[in-house]
């Protein structure tokens, strides 16, 4: 089961992404403390996060059977991206389920500090080679939209969902494991990003609910 062989094989890449996860979670409690049934919205949080990890192993693992015969040693334990992905959509439900209003404000900088973190994992598991190093590149990018969302604390959900899958995307033709998992000419993670980022210029351009009470 490949759950239990990432804990075995992998240690501490596993504990790296268990830090980088419970430091979202800790930090959005902190966040949204003064908040209407913040205890409520930080649960959301943590499930929405376990949900996203456990769906991102079991793609991987997909991606993984498919694609091993093309390289030998081809492995593909865990992706960031997939889990960032399906993140909203788990939060969507159980905000649903809770009968809270949906409100994705707070999870900004929380999501940007667990990728940051999580990147870690990736520097010690040397999985993101190719022409460039990925893991490095988006530590630093996410650490830098981190602080400067700190500062600024403007930066909304809906353009994070546009950014950081546009720069998956790019980051995919640098990889060594792009001529691998290409179908036709691109791979399953730059469609995806397509789809995300199309989705999140779509939310981002309609109109506010203000703008029809004008």
Avoid at 137 to 150: H, K, P, R, V
Avoid at 155 to 168: D, E, G, K, N, V
Avoid at 170 to 182: G, R
């Amino acid at each position: 089961m490949i759950y239990l062989d990432l804990l075995v094989n992998k240690p501490l890449y596993c504990a790296i992404i268990a830090v980088a996860l419970i430091s979202g979670v800790a930090y959005y409690l902190i966040s949204i403390e003064k908040a209407e049934k913040f205890k409520l919205k930080a649960i959301i949080f943590l499930l929405s996060g376990l949900f996203s990890v456990i769906l991102s192993l079991s793609v991987c693992a997909l991606v993984s059977l498919i694609f091993s015969g093309k390289k030998a040693g081809y492995r593909s334990v865990f992706s960031i991206f997939y889990a960032f992905i399906s993140f909203p959509f788990f939060t969507f439900i159980l905000q649903k389920s809770a009968k809270l209003k949906l409100d994705f404000s707070g999870y900004v900088s929380p999501l940007l500090l667990s990728i940051t973190i999580a990147r870690i994992a990736c520097m010690t598991e040397g999985c993101c080679n190719g022409k460039i190093y990925a893991a490095y590149i988006e530590a630093g990018i996410t650490l830098s939209l981190f602080i400067y969302n700190q500062i600024k604390k403007d930066l909304s959900f809906s353009t994070l969902y546009a950014i950081y899958p546009a720069w998956r995307f790019i980051a995919e033709f640098f990889k060594e494991t792009y001529d691998v998992e290409k179908l036709g000419i691109l791979t399953l993670m730059q469609y995806v990003a397509t789809v995300a980022v199309v989705f999140a210029i779509i939310v981002i351009t309609l109109p506010k609910r203000r703008d029809y009470e004008k």
